[in-house]
């Protein structure tokens, strides 16, 4: 995606005419205008001039946003709006309290004004016809932007602004006009009729009013950005670079991709690295949230932006400039805000024709009160209340707002949302499928007992083991070798290494085969105890994974790693189940040791020996059934993340993830996922919300304004319609900044919502089965299914654990499951193919 910054919008209408220009040019494939930030994002393969061409061609200017933001990273965002507004209503304000003081203080209660103006009425309306003059000069963009509108034919709320104020003081003339030759002819009643029709202090009070509003409109917005200009304001200016010997000082925007720096105790880490000497304490709250210091080793990797708390580092640059971790994060709210959220076309649709239908209304308001018999001034007042109040800007900040405030929220948690799409659908998610290995546990395999065989002694296991594993890259490799270490053995070379894909591995060392695996495989090379075989089965009972080695035909024992559940997952679980939520575990494990993992954590569902390449195929099964987030860490997370609904990536793991993901969670904690449901339900919430105000308020403002309710005594002057549609703006942008105080890690206010639960149907049903060894097993199996009535047929598999049930009449899953484990086989999954 490519951003731009335009400039010159003022409201919906502005933003839906250049989202039109842009999609019509050739070669753009997306196009979301956000009025808040000015800013625009662009998919496809047209060229940036041809882009800008257009946005000018509609009226606005535009220019490369990224060109900027690179040229001046801290500067991309300073508020330059806000100062001009002030000091431009400033000296409105002034001009109008004078010209309020001579048009309803000297008329209304006889405030003294100068002698010389006693009696002359006409130089009473000279003087407020040059005060509203000033007034209409120092806020001439209004008039500017609204006519240059008008004449493309795509009136904005400027427009609105300019016709409402413009008319009131072309009226103002004309009867400053009439009251001079009243005047002249002596008819003082007549000169006594035009002074209240004057409405030079409207004039003013509108342009002044509505810049009032634009002024806190400002402020509202560059609240909204907070969140992304702290981000930006992290990123270290200097960096200490070790050239020839000799450490030097220069700006962090030049350290380069393999230099070495160092960071000594309470200085900030300039770009991403690698630690290559020193230990120290790294504080990350910046970038993830978390309070607590990180200690750091060589080995370790750092982030820019985080600080040294404790030792000297010396570390080689990884990432530098656009590719460091903070620019990726700030890239990813940014772009969260530049993107365009669905709901959003909801007010974009109504901000299309809203102008015209507004200037249409307030066309047949004065009309309708010209052949009801009413003067001119009382039909011009309400004709130009419709124009003022009317406020289509309420309706385009609705969204975007938010969105801004969640998305900010979302990265001071360390919870970044890519897309404004990803953080309204987030909380619409029914079903969340978990990786098992690096999200629901460590991801850190250790091991936890040794069993070596009768007559062996556990030190000749762990060095045949160790022997072989330093060859693999496993992580349950890592894991015997590091146990290995800590025990002192020393790594040994073997020869002949072979890895037995899925199985084990072998090789030779000092002229005998060692080999090493599962107890399948092992079990296919030599007959094994009984004790041996009950030892694994319990080990997998328990979730760990039992690893056997032999010397030559001969077992030497057994080693059990296991992968621990990170503290937080089980209670990450309960609050997604709290949500109305389903949570399913995917796992590559055996069904024995992911059960074990499944029952720890809680899980209402567990898919086992699932292949990399399967996950995304069990993904596609789960969104037959809702809407599925897809939570993952690994490389061979990615295929099941671009399937799901909503990818979200934990922060920690492979970028090929974060890549593939919608969301990414930076603290790498399960915890997060409940969070992110809770920021992104508020969010659309806050949304709804704004929408409703915003239509609420037209739907009762312009009527009012229109004269709907004269009959009851109910009129509206069209300063108050100015100032009402100023404050329907600020009101919009003040709702969306409660988000801040959003706690999206409080679960006692959750609330199930009721799901859409799909009626048992006919259609077939795949049953993941344990346990069958054999054709009996079949039998045993097929046997049972096909007594259930309402199964036609069961076609049973032992070698690939699953039975494909055809249904002929509608059957709900418990029933096949439980059918299969009365049997004596246990069901681990039950998946659904519908007719």
């Known amino acids: 995606m490519k951003r731009y910054e335009v400039t010159g919008m003022s409201c919906a209408a502005c933003s839906a005419r250049v989202e039109r220009a842009v999609s019509a040019v050739p070669g753009v494939t997306g196009c979301a205008v956000n009025l808040l930030t000015g800013s625009m994002g662009v998919e496809g393969t047209a060229a940036p001039e041809t882009v800008i061409a257009a946005v000018q061609a509609a009226g606005y200017g535009a220019s490369i946003q990224d060109e900027k933001q690179e040229a001046a990273p801290r500067d991309a965002l300073r508020d330059t709006e806000t100062p001009k507004i002030r000091r431009r209503l400033m000296a409105s304000a002034a001009l109008l309290l004078v010209l309020m003081y001579v048009s309803m ?88 009729t035009c002074m209240d029709q004057l409405y030079f202090e409207s004039a003013g009070m509108i342009l002044t009013l509505i810049t009032l509003g634009k002024l806190l409109e400002a402020r509202s917005k560059g609240k909204t950005t907070d969140a992304i200009r702290s981000l930006m304001q992290l990123a270290p200016q200097t960096a200490t670079v070790i050239r020839n010997g000799r450490e030097e000082t220069i700006p962090a925007e030049q350290v380069q991709k393999g230099d070495i720096f160092a960071v000594r105790p309470g200085e900030s880490i300039p770009v991403d690295g690698v630690i290559l000497s020193g230990e120290g304490a790294v504080d990350e709250s910046a970038l993830t949230g978390e309070s607590i210091p990180v200690d750091k080793a060589p080995g370790d990797t750092v982030c820019a932006a985080t600080i040294n708390h404790a030792g000297y580092l010396r570390c080689e640059a990884t990432r530098v400039g656009e590719d460091t971790t903070l620019s990726r994060i ?135 083991a160790a022997a072989l594993e330093a060859k693999s890259e496993h992580p349950l490799a890592r894991a015997v070798l590091a146990y290995g270490e800590q025990q002192g053995i020393s790594r040994q070379e ?23 695996g599962s107890l399948r495989f092992i079990a296919s090379g030599i007959p094994l105890p009984p004790e041996a075989v009950r030892t694994a089965d319990a080990w997998s009972e328990q979730g760990k994974t039992p690893l056997l080695f032999m010397e030559d035909g001969v077992l030497l024992g057994m080693l059990a790693v296991a992968d621990t559940i990170r503290e937080d997952s089980p209670e990450a679980i309960r609050q997604l189940q709290g949500m109305g939520i389903r949570v399913v575990m995917l796992t590559g494990d055996n069904a024995r040791t992911a059960r074990a993992i499944g029952d720890q954590a809680g899980v209402d569902q567990v898919i086992s020996d699932v292949l990399p390449e399967e996950k995304a195929a069990e993904i596609r099964r789960l969104r037959q059934q809702g809407r599925v987030a897809m939570v993952g860490d690994g490389i061979n997370d990615a295929p099941g993340l671009t399937s799901a609904d909503m990818g979200i990536a934990i922060g920690a793991g492979a970028d090929v993830a974060i890549d593939a993901a919608d969301l990414v969670l930076m603290k790498s904690r399960l915890s997060d996922v409940p969070a992110a449901i809770r920021l992104s339900r508020s969010t659309l919430r806050n949304i709804h919300e704004n929408l409703f105000w915003a239509f609420f308020y037209n739907v009762i403002g312009i009527p009012l304004a229109a004269g709907v309710f004269v009959p009851l005594g109910l009129t509206l002057n069209p300063m108050f319609g100015a100032a009402a549609m100023s404050l329907s703006s600020v009101c919009v942008v003040g709702n969306a900044l409660r988000l801040n105080f959003c706690r999206i890690y409080d679960a006692r206010r959750d609330h199930r919502r009721r799901q859409r639960t799909a009626p048992a149907k006919t259609g077939t049903r795949i049953l993941q089965i344990e346990g069958m060894m054999c054709g009996h097993c079949e039998n045993a199996v097929r046997t049972a299914l096909e007594a259930i009535e309402g199964v036609g047929a069961a076609r049973v598999s032992h070698t690939a654990g699953t039975a494909v049930v055809t249904l002929d009449a509608p059957v709900e899953d418990p029933v096949l499951r439980q059918a299969v484990e009365k049997a004596g086989y246990p069901v681990t999954a039950v998946t659904r193919q519908e007719e």
């Open 330 to 464: 700030v890239r990813m709210v940014s772009d969260a805000a530049a993107t365009k959220a669905p709901i959003a076309k909801i007010a974009d649709r109504v901000s299309g024709v809203f102008v015209p239908v507004v200037l249409a209304l307030a066309a047949v308001t004065l009309l309708v009160w010209l052949l009801l018999g009413y003067g001119a001034g009382f039909a011009l007042a309400r004709g130009i209340s419709v124009l003022v109040i009317s406020c289509p800007c309420a309706l385009g900040l609705a969204t975007p707002v938010a969105i801004m405030v969640g998305s900010g929220v979302g990265a001071r948690h360390g919870i970044l949302f890519k897309t404004a799409v990803s953080l309204e659908e987030t909380g619409k998610v029914q079903i969340v499928a978990l990786d098992k290995t690096g999200t629901i546990t460590q991801g850190e395999p250790r091991v936890t007992d040794v069993l070596p065989a009768p007559g062996v002694d556990a030190r000749t296991l762990l060095t045949a």
């Open 105 to 192: 203080g000297h008329m209304m209660w006889n405030w003294p004004l100068p002698g010389w103006f006693a009696g002359n009425h006409v130089a009473i309306g000279l003087v407020q016809l040059l005060l509203a003059g000033c007034i209409l000069v120092l806020n001439r963009s209004f008039f500017i932007s609204g006519f240059r509108s008008l004449w493309r034919r795509s009136p904005n709320m400027d427009t609105l602004v300019a016709l409402g104020a413009g008319v009131s003081f072309a009226w103002s003339v004309y009867v400053l006009f009439a009251m001079t030759d009243a005047q002249l002819q002596g008819d003082m009643d007549r000169v006594m």
């Open 494 to 516: 073997v020869t002949d290494f072979t890895v037995h894909t899925g199985s084990g591995l072998s090789g030779v060392l000092d002229g005998k085969r060692l080999t090493g």
